[in-house]
Protein backbone atom coordinates (compact mmCIF):
# COMPACT_ATOMS: atom_id res chain seq x y z
CA UNK A 1 0.00 0.00 0.00
CA UNK A 2 1.22 3.38 -0.94
CA UNK A 3 1.18 6.00 1.93
CA UNK A 4 -0.37 9.41 0.29
CA UNK A 5 -3.35 11.80 1.11
CA UNK A 6 -6.01 8.47 -0.20
CA UNK A 7 -5.19 6.60 3.19
CA UNK A 8 -6.49 8.75 5.99
CA UNK A 9 -6.49 7.44 9.41
CA UNK A 10 -9.38 10.18 11.56
CA UNK A 11 -7.96 11.06 15.00
CA UNK A 12 -9.37 9.77 18.32
CA UNK A 13 -10.46 6.92 17.37
CA UNK A 14 -9.26 3.18 19.81
CA UNK A 15 -9.64 1.24 16.13
CA UNK A 16 -9.55 2.07 12.54
CA UNK A 17 -9.61 -0.84 10.34
CA UNK A 18 -7.59 -0.64 7.04
CA UNK A 19 -7.50 -3.27 3.88
CA UNK A 20 -5.50 -3.00 1.73
CA UNK A 21 -6.55 -5.63 -1.52
CA UNK A 22 -4.99 -7.72 -3.95
CA UNK A 23 -7.74 -8.83 -6.21
CA UNK A 24 -8.69 -12.66 -8.02
CA UNK A 25 -7.91 -10.80 -11.62
CA UNK A 26 -4.15 -9.82 -10.44
CA UNK A 27 -3.65 -13.03 -8.99
CA UNK A 28 -5.26 -15.13 -11.60
CA UNK A 29 -2.81 -12.54 -14.22
CA UNK A 30 0.28 -12.15 -12.12
CA UNK A 31 0.38 -15.71 -10.89
CA UNK A 32 1.49 -18.93 -12.52
CA UNK A 33 -1.21 -21.69 -13.02
CA UNK A 34 0.14 -23.92 -10.10
CA UNK A 35 0.17 -20.73 -7.69
CA UNK A 36 3.08 -19.14 -5.84
CA UNK A 37 4.43 -20.61 -2.03
CA UNK A 38 4.67 -17.76 0.47
CA UNK A 39 7.20 -18.67 2.81
CA UNK A 40 7.57 -14.79 4.68
CA UNK A 41 5.75 -12.04 5.29
CA UNK A 42 7.05 -7.99 6.14
CA UNK A 43 4.76 -7.27 9.15
CA UNK A 44 5.00 -3.25 8.55
CA UNK A 45 3.00 -1.14 9.60
CA UNK A 46 2.52 3.25 10.85
CA UNK A 47 3.94 3.92 14.19
CA UNK A 48 -0.04 3.68 15.75
CA UNK A 49 -0.10 0.13 14.09
CA UNK A 50 -1.92 -2.33 16.60
CA UNK A 51 -2.30 -5.29 14.49
CA UNK A 52 -1.81 -7.16 10.93
CA UNK A 53 -3.51 -9.72 9.57
CA UNK A 54 -2.94 -11.14 5.95
CA UNK A 55 -6.09 -12.97 4.57
CA UNK A 56 -6.56 -15.49 1.66
CA UNK A 57 -9.81 -15.66 0.20
CA UNK A 58 -10.29 -18.48 -2.79
CA UNK A 59 -13.75 -18.34 -4.23
CA UNK A 60 -16.26 -17.83 -1.42
CA UNK A 61 -14.24 -19.59 1.30
CA UNK A 62 -11.76 -17.79 3.30
CA UNK A 63 -8.84 -19.52 4.29
CA UNK A 64 -6.86 -19.35 7.53
CA UNK A 65 -4.77 -16.34 8.11
CA UNK A 66 -1.76 -16.72 6.08
CA UNK A 67 -0.21 -14.53 9.20
CA UNK A 68 -2.25 -12.30 12.44
CA UNK A 69 -0.29 -10.27 14.51
CA UNK A 70 -2.41 -9.15 17.20
CA UNK A 71 0.34 -7.17 19.55
CA UNK A 72 2.50 -5.41 16.58
CA UNK A 73 5.62 -3.56 17.49
CA UNK A 74 7.50 -1.12 15.46
CA UNK A 75 10.41 -1.20 16.39
CA UNK A 76 10.71 -4.94 15.44
CA UNK A 77 9.52 -5.00 11.66
CA UNK A 78 11.16 -7.45 9.72
CA UNK A 79 10.20 -10.50 7.51
CA UNK A 80 8.76 -13.32 9.62
CA UNK A 81 9.09 -16.85 8.09
CA UNK A 82 6.63 -18.82 8.16
CA UNK A 83 6.47 -22.11 9.71
CA UNK A 84 5.02 -23.66 6.55
CA UNK A 85 4.90 -22.33 3.30
CA UNK A 86 1.31 -21.11 2.05
CA UNK A 87 0.29 -21.47 -1.50
CA UNK A 88 -1.60 -18.97 -3.07
CA UNK A 89 -3.88 -19.58 -6.34
CA UNK A 90 -4.55 -17.63 -9.53
CA UNK A 91 -7.64 -16.27 -8.41
CA UNK A 92 -7.51 -15.67 -4.64
CA UNK A 93 -7.59 -12.50 -3.51
CA UNK A 94 -4.86 -11.63 -0.02
CA UNK A 95 -6.10 -9.04 1.85
CA UNK A 96 -3.56 -7.09 4.48
CA UNK A 97 -5.91 -5.68 7.11
CA UNK A 98 -4.25 -3.40 9.71
CA UNK A 99 -5.95 -2.20 12.62
CA UNK A 100 -4.53 1.73 13.93
CA UNK A 101 -5.22 3.30 17.75
CA UNK A 102 -4.88 6.68 16.70
CA UNK A 103 -7.15 7.66 20.33
CA UNK A 104 -3.73 9.38 21.35
CA UNK A 105 -3.81 11.87 18.13
CA UNK A 106 -5.37 15.19 17.61
CA UNK A 107 -4.82 15.42 14.11
CA UNK A 108 -5.60 13.00 11.21
CA UNK A 109 -2.34 10.49 10.31
CA UNK A 110 -1.40 9.76 6.67
CA UNK A 111 -1.13 5.88 7.03
CA UNK A 112 1.30 3.70 5.65
Known sequence: MDPNWRHIIP???SQ??????CIEDCTAYAFPMDGVHIFAVMMRTHLIGKEI???QIRQTEELPPIVHDSNIDVA?????RLT???RALPGDRLIAECIYDSSSRK???LGK
Open 16 to 21: VISEGH
Open 11 to 13: PGQ
Open 53 to 55: KLR
Open 107 to 109: AIT
Open 76 to 80: YQDFR
Open 84 to 86: APV
